[in-house]
């Protein structure tokens, strides 16, 4: 994928070819809510933590595990996943049952619009796969997901017609039983406001009457109207008539300004660059804000012209955790809004599984499980099945 919020895209065209490690192939599970496993997870834990979900990892050729034909796996030997390579059910019913088990609350799944008629990308219609294994799978009680609408280009969705369809498909999606619910209403980001913004002719007033049709369309459904958040950038604060038609604020990824080097800056220039943009919208925020927290940013496998940074010790990576989690305890202007003006306090995490790009918290065969660790660590494990928020 590509750092979201305001930070510059590199889209998901770029990367091809295949290997040899594990996992099932690319499933095409149903997106139904007829005869689903289980029941809606516990989410009675004071802070939630989401994680970002890149469905980007197939089989056929070509596809993002190579570059230029070569294995870009062979020299960073570290971010092979223990999991599955592919965004097969077998993968992700593995991926449930290891991230509730280690703590998180739930996966914020990116979602791609794809129009039959135009090609995006080769086998485009199998970024959907990760939404699609997490409806099916046996395992979908343990814990929640919730759908991040990728808008940039050429993703964006081009007609009202076609905004209409995509609604009407995410709120089938929002009728599961996992679907992540707070304050009772189930919760969509779209990915980048500025990208929006440009969509609907700079005019605040159809960004208003787009995402008013997706609530009635919600609502026509028998679905509470949802909380709609945007992804924003975390250099500066988002303000004013842009962000009035959103419920709150949100960062996929963002990348401090500094030029590219042979050497990776210190996984301290990234936390710090983050934290700084949290502190930011506490302060003097519009709308509430859901704080990221960057697992990680080196993506040299895939060229990408951006400066890289290590990945996090083990000690750095509880330090950011124990960071965020301050900062959500002191600020109410951070976290998920609730009916009553206060906020849910959530988190987001950069990313369960950007191999390429370097946010990676799924098991790997370098630091193995030791994300998961600290995120257990700090926040705890996920309460027993059953329950309401």
Same mark, same amino acid.
């Given at each position: 994928m590509v750092s979201g919020g305001w930070a510059a895209c590199r889209g998901c065209a770029v990367l091809s070819v295949v290997l040899l490690v594990a996992a099932a192939g690319a499933g095409r599970g149903s997106a139904v809510t007829k005869g689903l496993p289980g029941r809606a997870p516990a989410l009675h834990k004071d802070i939630l933590v989401g994680i970002h979900y890149f469905s980007g990892w197939w089989p056929e050729q070509p596809n993002k595990w190579t570059l230029n034909g070569q294995d870009w796996r062979l020299e960073y030997p570290g971010r092979? =996943?223990?999991? %599955? /390579?592919?965004? %097969?059910?077998?993968?992700?019913?593995?991926?449930? @049952?290891?991230?509730?088990?280690?703590? &998180?609350?739930? $996966?914020?799944?990116?979602?791609?619009?794809?129009? =039959?008629?135009?090609?995006?990308?080769?086998?485009?219609?199998?970024?959907?796969? *990760?939404? +699609?294994? $997490?409806?099916? #799978?046996?395992? #979908? #009680?343990?814990?929640? $997901?919730?759908?991040?609408?990728?808008?940039?280009?050429?993703?964006?969705?081009?007609?009202?017609?076609?905004?209409?369809?995509?609604c009407r498909e995410w709120v089938r999606c929002m009728k599961h039983p996992s679907y992540l619910r707070v304050g009772g209403r189930p919760v969509i980001k779209i990915h980048?406001?500025?990208? $929006?913004?440009?969509?609907?002719? %700079?005019?605040?007033?159809?960004?208003?009457?787009?995402? @008013?049709?997706? +609530?009635?369309?919600? +609502?026509? /459904? *028998?679905?509470?109207?949802?909380?709609?958040?945007? %992804? &924003? *950038?975390?250099?500066? &604060?988002? #303000? *004013?008539p842009p962000v009035e038609p959103y419920d709150f604020m949100a960062t996929y990824m963002d990348v401090p300004p500094l030029d590219q080097r042979a050497e990776p800056y210190p996984y301290a220039k990234l936390i710090d660059w983050a934290e700084a943009g949290w502190r930011r919208y506490a302060a003097s925020a519009d709308r509430p804000y859901v704080p990221y927290v960057p697992a990680g940013w080196d993506p040299r496998p895939w060229h990408d012209p951006r400066p890289s940074f290590e990945m996090p010790t083990a000690r750095e990576w509880r330090d950011a955790l124990e960071r965020v989690r301050r900062a959500l305890a002191g600020s109410p202007k951070l976290g998920i809004p609730l009916p009553d003006g206060s906020t849910r306090k959530s988190l987001l995490i950069y990313s369960w599984n950007e191999f390429g790009e370097g946010g990676i918290v799924a098991p790997t065969k370098g630091p193995r499980y030791r994300m998961l660790e600290g995120i257990r660590a700090v926040f705890g494990p996920r309460p027993k099945r059953g329950g309401a928020m």
């Open positions: 092979v =996943p223990l999991l %599955g /390579a592919f965004n %097969g059910q077998a993968t992700m019913d593995r991926e449930i @049952e290891a991230a509730s088990r280690y703590g &998180v609350d739930y $996966f914020q799944i990116l979602w791609y619009y794809n129009d =039959p008629k135009v090609a995006k990308e080769p086998h485009a219609d199998q970024l959907n796969n *990760g939404l +699609r294994c $997490f409806m099916a #799978s046996r395992n #979908s #009680s343990l814990m929640a $997901f919730t759908i991040e609408v990728v808008n940039h280009a050429p993703f964006d969705i081009p007609t009202d017609d076609a905004w209409d369809a995509s980048g406001l500025e990208w $929006f913004l440009r969509q609907n002719d %700079g005019d605040n007033r159809k960004v208003a009457a787009k995402l @008013e049709h997706l +609530r009635q369309v919600a +609502r026509e /459904a *028998g679905v509470p109207s949802p909380l709609i958040s945007v %992804g &924003v *950038g975390a250099g500066g &604060v988002a #303000s *004013g």
